[in-house]
């Protein structure tokens, strides 16, 4: 398995722009989850999926903001219009859960390698 | 509300010198705790997790409850080791971590 794989890798854009960043998680692993990465505050939940649903999207900072999960391979999360503040590496990551409930031990996150944004 | 709470944003040790990365946390539950690192230009990574008791790459961690800490220790820092760190609180009502804001750890030679 190639683990989670994030597109792209990097990107510049000028403020106002549209931004999408792309993730496929693991096969077979139900939840996935967006971070975002600063020097100030760190490694911030923005929102998770499981099983293709959006369960806590909290963390989204406002309506500029928004994700989706159309299958079970594939999430996306855009920034309309973007902002220099928004500048940041994006995470995705994944993890397998069974049941309604996360049993014990299944809370482990697998990442990918993350997108750098830079909104000038 | 859960709360992860690393207080030191560097930690610069010589190589060879015991290291230690405070964790705190804020749980009202039962808490699962985890480490992951970030090497620099790739992933984060899990490191080890409280519920394993395990040792990683010569690190351990323990929970206490009593003083909600989860400090990641290191008998003999190695070059390395330099990294970013991250320690992790879930629960087994939320999927989600909360990560607490890092750790950059620096071995010198």
Redesign the interface.
């Given at each position: 398995d190639a683990?989670v794989i994030q597109s792209p890798r990097h990107e510049v854009t000028e403020m106002g722009q549209e931004v999408t960043l792309r993730c496929k998680p693991i096969s077979g692993h139900n939840?996935l989850?967006w971070?975002r990465q600063t020097m100030m505050?760190?490694?911030?939940?923005l929102i998770?999926f499981?099983n293709n649903v959006p369960?806590?999207d909290s963390g989204m900072p406002e309506d500029r903001f928004s994700a989706k999960m159309p299958n079970a391979s594939f999430s996306t999360l855009k920034i309309q219009p973007s902002e220099p503040r928004d500048s940041a590496v994006y995470?995705c990551?994944s993890?397998r859960?069974r049941g309604l409930?996360?049993?014990?031990?299944?809370?482990?996150?697998?990442?990918?390698?993350?997108s750098r944004l830079t909104v000038l | 509300a859960q709360r992860v709470t690393q207080p030191e944003k560097l930690l610069s040790v010589f190589k060879g010198a015991p290291v230690e990365l405070k964790c705190n946390y804020s749980y009202s539950g039962s808490p699962e705790l985890f480490w992951y690192v970030q090497y620099s230009r790739q992933r984060l990574q899990l490191l080890l997790r409280h519920i394993s008791r395990e040792s990683i790459k010569g690190f351990t961690a323990d929970l206490n409850k009593g003083e909600t800490s989860f400090h990641l220790k290191k008998p003999f820092a190695q070059e390395e080791d330099s990294a970013m760190y991250y320690c992790a609180l879930g629960d087994t009502g939320r999927r989600a971590l909360t990560f607490g804001s890092g750790t950059r750890l620096q071995v010198q030679p």
């Open positions: 683990g939840s989850f971070y505050r760190g490694l911030e939940l998770y499981n369960i806590d995470f990551a993890s859960n409930r996360p049993t014990p031990g299944a809370n482990v996150l697998t990442f990918g390698a993350g | -």
